[in-house]
């Protein structure tokens, strides 16, 4: 499980971020497959990046002028959050490729979560309700409305966006001011976080995290336990890089479905499925 969902992350990012003359001109590829989103936090601004990220385009909607009920993005997120819930998270992000890689550098001792990750993990709600709605909204840069969240916040923008467009492009690098160091430090911050602490973003800031983790005790895809089989020896409660228990695994806001749990259970009573997770863990 753990090599095939490395090699799906792989090659979900590869294709993509797959348009390889932006990387070499410096310039974002702008044609007719950027009017689709992918499921995944992947920079719109990333030159290789053939399709939208699902953040941006919620923030485009809400930057239009006069309020409009975005229900296209609703629409999306509906549908993979209903499929897929935070699986997309664990096995089709981008950005959660890279913490996931951070993570395994022999340094530091290795923490699950920080302290006091009861309140610290809701504070990816408060970055979806305060930088990508109401900042999206009523923040405004000159005449336009500004993507608060992209613009203030988007480590994955900052790593797979701006930092390849400034490498590349000699003419952007002079106009790269006190904002770009602003986020190249939150990057920075987040990357060496990512060594000691598994998926920082995902668990405390990630917005797209927070709105798929509405769907997951309701997607289609869930972890199945079958408890009659299950021998009560917590061996997925120690593989779960989430430090989640064994009721909360699939069900919680908070998992992302890596199925690190699954390899781990001795007795093989978990296991993927279509079925609901209500009625799995009954």
């Given at each position: 499980?753990?090599?095939l969902r490395?090699?799906v992350?792989?090659?979900?990012?590869?294709?993509?971020?797959?348009?390889?003359?932006?990387f070499?001109?410096?310039?974002?590829?702008?044609?007719?497959?950027?009017?689709?989103?992918?499921?995944?936090?992947?920079?719109?601004?990333?030159?290789?990046?053939?399709?939208?990220?699902?953040?941006?385009?919620?923030?485009a909607?809400?930057?239009?002028?006069?309020?409009?009920?975005?229900?296209?993005?609703?629409?999306?997120?509906?549908?993979?959050?209903?499929?897929?819930?935070?699986f997309?998270?664990?096995?089709?992000?981008?950005?959660?490729?890279?913490?996931?890689?951070?993570h395994?550098?022999?340094?530091?001792?290795?923490?699950?979560?920080?302290?006091?990750?009861?309140?610290?993990?809701?504070?990816?709600?408060?970055?979806?309700?305060?930088?990508?709605?109401?900042?999206?909204?009523?923040?405004?840069?000159?005449?336009?409305?500004?993507?608060?969240?992209?613009?203030?916040?988007?480590?994955?923008g900052?790593?797979?966006?701006?930092?390849?467009?400034?490498?590349?492009?000699?003419?952007l690098?002079?106009?790269?001011?006190g904002?770009?160091?602003?986020?190249l430090?939150?990057?920075?911050?987040?990357?060496?976080?990512?060594i000691?602490?598994?998926r920082?973003f995902?668990?405390?800031?990630?917005?797209?995290?927070a709105?798929?983790?509405?769907?997951?005790?309701f997607?289609?895809?869930?972890?199945?336990?079958?408890?009659?089989?299950?021998?009560s020896c917590?061996?997925?409660?120690?593989?779960c890089?989430?430090a989640?228990?064994?009721?909360?695994?699939?069900?919680?806001?908070?998992c992302?479905?890596?199925?690190?749990?699954?390899?781990?259970?001795?007795?093989?009573?978990?296991?993927?499925?279509?079925?609901?997770?209500?009625?799995?863990?009954?």
């Amino acid at each position: 499980m753990k090599r095939l969902r490395l090699l799906v992350q792989l090659l979900f990012t590869i294709v993509t971020n797959g348009y390889a003359y932006g990387f070499l001109s410096g310039k974002i590829y702008r044609g007719s497959l950027k009017y689709a989103c992918v499921p995944g936090l992947n920079c719109y601004s990333c030159p290789g990046a053939v399709a939208s990220c699902p953040i941006g385009a919620l923030q485009a909607l809400l930057n239009r002028q006069g309020f409009q009920i975005p229900f296209a993005a609703l629409g999306f997120f509906f549908l993979f959050g209903s499929l897929l819930g935070r699986f997309v998270c664990g096995w089709l992000c981008p950005f959660g490729l890279v913490q996931d890689l951070l993570h395994k550098i022999p340094l530091f001792k290795k923490k699950k979560r920080l302290p006091h990750h009861h309140i610290l993990k809701y504070g990816k709600y408060v970055t979806l309700v305060f930088l990508v709605c109401v900042g999206s909204m009523f923040l405004f840069g000159g005449y336009a409305k500004v993507p608060a969240f992209c613009k203030f916040l988007c480590p994955s923008g900052t790593l797979f966006g701006a930092i390849p467009l400034l490498s590349a492009n000699e003419s952007l690098r002079g106009q790269a001011g006190g904002l770009f160091l602003w986020k190249l430090g939150i990057l920075l911050g987040i990357v060496l976080l990512s060594i000691k602490v598994y998926r920082p973003f995902c668990q405390y800031l990630c917005p797209l995290g927070a709105i798929y983790g509405w769907f997951n005790r309701f997607s289609l895809v869930q972890i199945h336990w079958q408890e009659a089989l299950c021998t009560s020896c917590h061996a997925c409660e120690a593989a779960c890089p989430l430090a989640l228990s064994l009721r909360e695994i699939s069900c919680s806001a908070e998992c992302i479905r890596c199925g690190k749990c699954v390899d781990a259970c001795p007795q093989k009573c978990l296991h993927f499925s279509a079925k609901k997770a209500d009625t799995a863990h009954e």
